[in-house]
């Protein structure tokens, strides 16, 4: 076999790998589309039915007659725009400081901010609780959005990409124009930014989304919840209607999937974009 030859068969071997990686990656969202397609009895059959049924309406029908899908939705909508849009916020502009300012106790505040980060969220849960009744938030969406107006790994994602990707004379030039720390930061840093902003965006709304710990813990109204607490009320104790749960869950992904499609199409433009430059 020649050099042509071995290089053509292992062009072709990666893209098998590609493609077998593509149906192993999607074949979950086609699935959930087969249940939300189909009856309860059609998914417990075997073998399995694997194509699109006709039984979408119904099941939709069905999720809107036991929870409000709609009003949970909103809630949903509200916390994690809110959330993705604070955290782009506070934690580009705590890492522009970190990451190109020198202030007293700069190592030791970042390495503090480092410990935050391995430590499990879970052990905030009863101090934040505490806290959300002290201030008269429970029940809130509030008690959701403010404590995570801003993260650790966020900061630590940007500070890092700061530090590379905004160069020093690009802020010399705007000191000497007389730019003071916020116009460097909006007019300097954030254009430089935009690719780690665009990942960090993807990353905060989907978490955002999908929580599901703390809205249950802290939306004690069982009437007024985010769309994650709201699905988990489907299940009944003896029987569930997995297609309409199923339903559910597609109508809950299809948000995710527009919103990584915009902040993706940006971050690879971008990205692509310095590269270029």
Known sequence: MNGLNRQRLRGLSVH??????????VFPFYWIIVMATNT????????PKLWIGDNLLTNVENLFARVDFFGSLLNTVIVAVCTTVLVLFFDSLAAFAFAKYDFPGKKFFFGLLLSMYILPTQLAIIPQYEIMVQL???GTLKALIVPAAANAFGIFWMRQYTSTGVPDELLDAARIEGAGFFRQYWHVVLPCVRPALAFLGIYTF??????YILPLVMLVNPDEVTLQVALAQLYAAHSTDYSMVMAGVLLAVIPLVLVFTFFARGFIADATKGALR
């Open 40 to 47: 309860s009895q059609d998914i417990y059959s075997f073998p």
């Open 206 to 211: 989907i978490a955002a989304w999908n929580d």
């Open 16 to 25: 098998v790998i590609l493609m077998i990686s593509v149906v192993i990656s």
């Open 136 to 138: 008269g938030w429970l």
